[in-house]
C-alpha cells in the first residue's frame, strides 16, 4: 500500500535514509551529521513540504524548482497504524522523472518486499513516466535492484564514476542519449 509522502514523513525517512547509507545503499555522508548531510535533508524537508525543491542548474547556473513527489510504502496492502516499511521519491526531469531516492527498512527486504514496493512505485502516474533510476555503483544490491528493474522495462546503461544508470527503454530518445554520454564521458575502468 502507498500513500502520498508528506513532512510527517522526515524522521522516519531521515532514519531510513541513514540506515541505508551507513550499509552502502546511499551516499556514505548521509549517514551522519555533515554539512552535506544537513543540506540534503534540507532538502528534503522543503520537498516534503511543497512538493519541490530548487536547485542550481551545474551549465547555466540558474535556480530552478523541481517537483519531488513521493510516496511511503507498506508491504501487504495494509496501513494498520504501523509506520511505512518503505518509501520511494520521484524527480521531475526532461518530460518525465528519476525515481530519485527509494529505501525499504533493512529487515523487510528479502521476501518480495522490494519487488512489491517496486511495482506500486511504477503503477503511480509517475512512475508511469520514470526513465532513469541510478544508484552508487558500488552498492552491494546493485544486482538486486537490476533484477527489479528489470521486468519494469530498465536496462543497465553504464556507470560513471559513482554511479550505475539505468534507462528505461520507452525513455525519449534524447534523454537516452544524454545518458549514453555521460556515462560514456565518466566511464569508470576497471
Same mark, same amino acid.
Given at each position: 500500500?502507498?500513500? /502520498?509522502?508528506?513532512?510527517?514523513?522526515?524522521?522516519?525517512?531521515?532514519?531510513?535514509?541513514?540506515?541505508?547509507?551507513?550499509?552502502?545503499?546511499?551516499?556514505?555522508?548521509?549517514?551522519?551529521?555533515?554539512?552535506?548531510?544537513?543540506?540534503?535533508?534540507?532538502?528534503?524537508?522543503?520537498?516534503?513540504?511543497?512538493?519541490?525543491?530548487?536547485?542550481?542548474? /551545474?551549465?547555466?547556473?540558474?535556480?530552478?524548482?523541481?517537483?519531488?513527489?513521493?510516496?511511503?510504502?507498506?508491504?501487504?496492502?495494509?496501513?494498520?497504524?504501523? /509506520?511505512?516499511?518503505?518509501?520511494?521519491?520521484?524527480?521531475a526531469?526532461?518530460?518525465?522523472?528519476?525515481?530519485?531516492?527509494?529505501?525499504?527498512?533493512?529487515?523487510?527486504?528479502?521476501?518480495?518486499?522490494?519487488?512489491?514496493?517496486?511495482?506500486?512505485?511504477?503503477?503511480?502516474?509517475?512512475?508511469?513516466?520514470?526513465?532513469?533510476?541510478?544508484?552508487p555503483r558500488?552498492?552491494?544490491?546493485?544486482a538486486?535492484?537490476?533484477?527489479?528493474?528489470?521486468?519494469?522495462?530498465?536496462?543497465?546503461?553504464?556507470?560513471?564514476?559513482?554511479?550505475?544508470?539505468f534507462?528505461?527503454?520507452?525513455? /525519449?530518445?534524447?534523454?537516452?542519449?544524454k545518458?549514453?554520454?555521460?556515462?560514456?564521458?565518466?566511464?569508470?575502468?576497471?
Open positions: 500500500m502507498l500513500a /502520498p509522502a508528506h513532512v510527517g514523513h522526515l524522521a522516519m525517512l531521515r532514519s531510513l535514509i541513514r540506515q541505508s547509507a551507513a550499509e552502502g545503499s546511499f551516499e556514505s555522508t548521509l549517514a551522519g551529521e555533515s554539512a552535506q548531510s544537513i543540506d540534503f535533508f534540507a532538502k528534503l524537508k522543503r520537498a516534503l513540504a511543497h512538493g519541490y525543491f530548487v536547485e542550481e542548474d /551545474p551549465r547555466t547556473g540558474q535556480m530552478n524548482t523541481v517537483s519531488v513527489p513521493g510516496y511511503v510504502f507498506w508491504p501487504d496492502n495494509r496501513n494498520s497504524g504501523t /509506520p511505512p516499511a518503505g518509501f520511494g521519491l520521484f524527480r526531469l526532461e518530460g518525465g522523472y528519476e525515481l530519485w531516492l527509494a529505501g525499504l527498512e533493512l529487515g523487510r527486504r528479502g521476501d518480495g518486499h522490494g519487488r512489491e514496493l517496486m511495482d506500486a512505485l511504477f503503477a503511480t502516474p509517475q512512475g508511469k513516466k520514470t526513465w532513469i533510476v541510478r544508484i558500488e552498492s552491494r544490491y546493485r538486486a535492484v537490476h533484477y527489479l528493474l528489470r521486468p519494469l522495462g530498465f536496462s543497465a546503461a553504464g556507470d560513471s564514476t559513482h554511479l550505475r544508470w534507462v528505461r527503454e520507452e525513455a /525519449p530518445a534524447a534523454l537516452k542519449s545518458v549514453r554520454g555521460i556515462v560514456g564521458a565518466n566511464a569508470v575502468v576497471n
